[in-house]
């Protein structure tokens, strides 16, 4: 199935997430994966899907969800002031890929971040 690398963990955010053993690792995005984020989420991937690069780049804030270790990566787009988020997974065989894309809830990403479960980067 084929596949483009779209960036790299960056060294600072790897220190954010208390993972540099992330830092520098390449990031791809695949076939299925812009299949699931059509499919899940249509109107976001259709609003976003041109800023995929950009979140990985330059994400606002940033967290590893506990219950399945993905990075989650939430850029606020000032236009709309919406949050979106980049969800990342490791593959089974150590691969980092771009799985999801979606807006998400105003309030509750300032609860995250007032709780301090998403982590200013």
Same mark, same amino acid.
């Given at each position: 199935?084929?596949?483009?690398? !779209?960036?790299? !963990?960056?060294?600072?955010?790897?220190?954010?997430?208390?993972? %540099?053993?992330?830092?520098?690792? $390449?990031?791809?995005?695949?076939?299925?994966?812009?299949?699931?984020?059509?499919?899940?989420?249509?109107? $976001? #991937?259709?609003? #976003?899907?041109?800023?995929?690069? $950009? *979140? &990985?780049?330059? %994400?606002?804030?940033?967290?590893?969800? %506990?219950? $399945?270790?993905? @990075?989650?990566?939430?850029?606020?787009?000032? *236009?709309?002031?919406?949050?979106?988020?980049?969800? @990342?997974? &490791?593959?089974?065989?150590?691969?980092?890929?771009?799985?999801?894309?979606?807006? &998400?809830?105003?309030?509750?990403?300032?609860?995250? !971040?007032?709780?301090?479960?998403?982590?200013?980067?």
């Amino acid at each position: 199935m084929p596949q483009t690398k !779209i960036g790299k !963990i960056s060294k600072h955010l790897s220190t954010v997430l208390n993972r %540099p053993d992330l830092a520098d690792k $390449d990031v791809f995005i695949g076939t299925s994966n812009i299949l699931h984020m059509q499919s899940s989420h249509p109107k $976001d #991937y259709l609003l #976003y899907h041109s800023y995929i690069k $950009d *979140i &990985l780049l330059s %994400p606002d804030f940033a967290c590893i969800n %506990p219950k $399945d270790g993905s @990075i989650e990566l939430v850029k606020e787009f000032k *236009i709309g002031l919406e949050y979106v988020k980049l969800a @990342i997974r &490791l593959s089974s065989s150590g691969t980092l890929y771009a799985r999801s894309l979606y807006r &998400l809830n105003n309030n509750r990403v300032k609860n995250f !971040i007032a709780k301090g479960t998403l982590k200013k980067v």
